[in-house]
């Protein structure tokens, strides 16, 4: 039996695992990884790449377009 994939753990809440999530760029290449968050609803923590600038913590909110 396969294992599951492991992702690294959490160092905020140490309790869940940062997931990793892909977008595609302003010309439609696509960007791996440009997000990574914690499972762990209660914990919140990402950290993603906005225009080649690294930030984390921010409020993760409902996109729409």
Known sequence: MADEAEFPKCL???RGQLLPFSDYGREGA????KAWVCSNPDCGF???IDNGEITFGRTIGQ???
């Open 63 to 65: 996109s729409y377009k």
């Open 30 to 33: 696509p960007i791996r990884y």
């Open 46 to 48: 990402n950290i993603r």
């Open 12 to 14: 905020k809440c140490e």
